[in-house]
């Protein structure tokens, strides 16, 4: 089984992960180095199939090449069909968290347990439309909830204002849980609406384009630190 303790509780911190979807694939190594120096927590990686969403994007063998050679958690989206497909050989590659979605195909509780059978933690998203009641039934074995602030599939879109509400709602049901799980959120997260998902509940903060397309990716991830954590 995977040691997931990389992942610890940020204890009221502010998790920050930027997502390589839009870093220079050329240069991946040395970006991934760049943002790590400059203190993001994890390194999201968003898998795409090409069905689910209409693009696609990452396998294993990206993961694979990333695990052992940087020291943060591999944070692995999969906005997949079948996720049933794909636990399995990111698990092995080295995924940290493994995040599904509550609309796939797939039987969720089974898709969640089969995470938690391969010593991986667990995540489920929701896309901006989706009623986030429906994640209780799986709160027992979530250790994150990813509420989506833009519809999946490309990078670079705007921060959806109806997000804030769904941020909220989200909150309020794992406060209710009592059990400590994070709430993520992905989708237009820059120094301007990290504030807005912030103050909504969010405890951890994906960017893509407004980190790994800035002039200065690592003065880009302190702006964002420090607009998230001034609330």
Do not use: C
């Not at 998902?197 to 630190?225: E, H, M, W, Y």
């Amino acid at each position: 089984m995977k040691n997931t303790s990389k992942m610890p509780r940020a204890n009221g911190k502010i998790s920050i992960a930027p997502s390589i979807l839009s870093a220079d694939l050329y240069k991946l190594g040395e970006e991934v180095k760049t943002v790590e120096n400059a203190g993001a927590d994890w390194l999201h990686v968003d898998v795409m199939d090409g069905h689910f969403v209409p693009n696609l994007s990452f396998g294993p063998a990206v993961v694979s090449s990333l695990n052992g050679k940087t020291n943060l958690p591999l944070d692995v989206h999969l906005m997949v069909e079948e996720p049933l497909l794909f636990i399995e050989p990111f698990a092995k590659a080295g995924a940290d968290l493994l995040t599904v979605h509550i609309e796939a195909k797939d039987d969720v509780a089974f898709a969640l347990e089969q995470i938690k059978n391969s010593g991986v933690k667990a995540g489920l998203s929701i896309k901006p439309d989706t009623d986030p009641e429906r994640i209780t039934p799986y709160l027992d074995v979530l250790d994150l909830v990813l509420v989506m602030s833009v519809y999946p599939g490309f990078g670079g879109q705007a921060f959806l204002p109806e997000a804030e509400d769904q941020i909220k709602r989200v909150r309020q049901i794992i406060n209710a849980s009592g059990r400590a799980i994070w709430l993520e959120t992905d989708g237009g997260i820059n120094a301007q609406t990290a504030p807005l998902a912030t103050r909504a509940g969010a405890d951890a903060l994906v960017a893509g384009s407004a980190i790994f397309k800035a002039a200065d990716p690592v003065t880009a991830l302190n702006q964002i630190r420090q607009a998230a954590s001034d609330i």
